[in-house]
């Protein structure tokens, strides 16, 4: 497991290499550099290489410690740039919670690229938000339905009692999984394979290539599909160092968050599918379940329940991201 003391280290080791080479800028992700957010932070390198004199150096998940450190050192400016979930945000921005409201987020992903492209919500409503933090909101995207995978088969809420399921540190998630009648467990994503196969806990979820890179199916033997929720992640900026920036190194920044969400929208078609067969193969005797809607039936009624407490935590700010979100939605949905 990575120490506090080995991710000091290689601070001081990139902090003196900055000092060396000012126009070396860096940027932390938490998945691995072939997964779907290091792809993404791949085609951002890269144009901005092409197009400007900055360097962009990539920091997988793992290098620079886990997904809370790497915020704290992009607040601190230590990072320029850094890509996380709103579910690790959550406790920053409870607004960003929003994005775990079950069944707010449909599956399909053009209107899923729509919806993230040309939300107001996404696109200016928690600019402010995300800048009261310190953080410059470059761009979010989804990376795919999430799906649980499970130690016992499940097709409806009571296959969840007594399930200890792992969550992400976020508030909302874990009412969610409260909602859905399972246990709840916090832990960091360094623990959840080990807390598997210790039996600490019995399911967890993600989106597909992910089950599949991280051999979530060698821990677990069921996949549930329960169109709950997809998985979301956001790229930001260190706030000072952004505003620090000539108009021309801004506009630099804000094309390649461009180019890089439009390529990482056609590099996840069919990734789902493809990534799933290859856990079929590693494991043939997994199950795959896409429930019913008869047997969602239990998880769509709990997410009204969600949703009532995500306004609760949030109040009218909350409230008022919640209304522009769906009419966002329904707008992509045309």
């Not at 004199?53 to 620079?64: M, N, S």
């Not at 994005?99 to 492209?117: G, H, S």
Request: include cysteine; aromatic fraction near 12%.
């Amino acid at each position: 497991m990575r120490t506090f003391a080995n991710s000091v280290a290689t601070l001081a080791l990139i902090a003196a290499s900055g000092a060396a080479t000012a126009d070396t800028w860096r940027y932390a992700f938490e998945e691995s550099l072939d997964e779907v957010q290091g792809q993404y932070a791949q085609k951002f390198k890269d144009y901005i290489e092409a197009n400007s004199d900055h360097e962009l150096q990539l920091f997988p998940f793992g290098t620079l410690g886990e997904s809370a450190d790497i915020m704290e050192q992009a607040q601190a400016g230590i990072l320029q740039f850094v890509d996380q979930s709103p579910g690790f945000t959550g406790s920053l921005i409870p607004e960003a919670q929003v994005f775990f409201v079950p069944y707010l987020l449909p599956t399909d992903q053009e209107q899923l690229a729509r919806f993230y492209r040309d939300s107001k919500a996404i696109n200016e409503d928690f600019q402010d938000l995300y800048a009261a933090q310190g953080l410059e909101l470059l761009r979010m995207f989804p990376e795919g339905e999430v799906a649980m995978t499970t130690k016992e088969p499940v097709t409806t809420c009571a296959d969840l009692d007594q399930v200890k399921f792992r969550v992400m540190t976020n508030p909302l998630l874990v009412e969610s999984y409260k909602a859905f009648g399972a246990t709840p467990t916090p832990l960091p994503w360094g623990e959840v394979y080990g807390g598997l196969q210790t039996n600490i806990i019995q399911g967890q979820e993600n989106p597909t290539f992910f089950l599949y890179s991280t051999k979530m199916y060698e821990v677990t033997d069921h996949i549930t599909y329960a169109g709950h929720n997809n998985f979301t992640t956001a790229v930001m900026a260190n706030k000072d160092f952004y505003d620090g920036l000539s108009e021309a190194d801004q506009k630099v920044i804000q094309d390649a968050s461009t180019e890089a969400y439009d390529f990482i929208v056609e590099y996840q078609k069919g990734l789902a599918e493809t990534e799933l067969a290859k856990i079929m193969e590693a494991k043939p005797e997994m199950t795959v379940t896409v429930l019913t809607e008869e047997q969602r039936s239990c998880f769509v009624d709990a997410a009204a329940e969600v949703e009532a407490k995500f306004i609760e935590m949030t109040g009218d700010s909350g409230k008022a991201i919640l209304e522009q979100m769906k009419a966002d939605l329904a707008a992509a949905a045309q």
